[in-house]
């Protein structure tokens, strides 16, 4: 079991926003807000989407965007879009090069 | 452009050795972290641990302390996955990580990824 809590699936409608969820008492979530997300289609290779709890990559879509209150951080994702169904996967740096992964989330595109 | 290519697929048996590579081109393979995560079937990511080139300084997920071993090759800028005696539960895909640029707070590349499979 992870020490990253995500939903294990969240859906929305085309158009519309959904926000998931990380949960973890680890100090990259709550001290440091070093949560980086990443989105895994079938078969391919995660992406990075966000990195330090709110910045996004050269080349990401502004539709994406991270946040954090308290122990949990959120990505929120607008604007939905049928290329947006994925899993997508919170990940936590604690320092001296150790990461840790949530469980994962499941979005569906209705 | 940073490129991270990894080795075939494997289909071995409980018990046998295994290597797997990622090699790299693109950037200084020497001055840049590089880490290895794991993906079992229908499972989420697992990291699995990361190493420095320039001096083999290697760092493991308590998970994977002692069941693998990370290392790497300057001379062919390649970082290699090894077991010495495989179990049907490493049954698995394995991806190559490489942080970003400019800190190593996120993985920002990415190898194909090498599925492994150990069956009797």
């Known amino acids: 079991q992870s020490a990253l809590t995500q939903p294990a699936s969240v859906s929305g409608s085309s158009g519309q926003s959904i926000t998931m969820s990380c949960t973890g008492a680890?100090?990259?979530?709550?001290?440091?807000?070093?949560v980086s997300w990443y989105q895994q289609h079938p078969g391919k290779a995660p992406k990075l989407m966000i990195y330090?709890?709110?910045k996004r990559p050269s080349g990401v879509s502004n539709r994406f965007s991270g946040s954090k209150s308290g122990n949990t951080a959120s990505l929120t994702i607008s604007g939905l879009q049928t290329e947006d169904e994925a899993d997508y996967y919170c990940?936590?740096?604690?320092?001296?090069?150790?990461?840790?992964f949530g469980g994962g989330t499941k979005l569906t595109v209705l | 452009e940073v490129q991270l290519v990894q080795s075939g697929a494997e289909v071995k048996k409980p018990g046998e050795s295994l290597k797997i590579s990622c090699q790299v081109s693109?950037?200084?393979?020497?001055?840049?972290?590089i880490g290895w995560v794991r993906q079992m079937p229908g499972k989420g990511l697992e990291w699995m641990g990361i190493?420095?080139?320039?001096?083999?300084?290697?760092r493991y997920s308590p998970s994977f302390q002692g069941q693998v071993t990370i290392s790497a090759d300057e001379s062919t800028s390649t970082a290699c996955l090894q077991w010495s005696s495989l179990k049907a539960s490493d049954s698995a895909m394995y991806y190559c990580?490489?942080?970003?640029?400019?800190?190593?707070?996120?993985?920002?590349?990415w190898g194909q990824g090498t599925l492994v499979t150990v069956s009797s």
């Open positions: 330090e709890g709110t």
């Open positions: 990580a490489r942080p970003r640029d400019d800190s190593n707070t996120a993985v920002a590349y």
């Open positions: 990940c936590s740096y604690e320092g001296t090069n150790i990461w840790v």
């Open positions: 190493i420095y080139p320039s001096d083999s300084d290697a």
């Open positions: 680890t100090s990259g979530v709550g001290s440091y807000n070093l």
């Open positions: 693109g950037y200084s393979f020497s001055s840049y972290w």
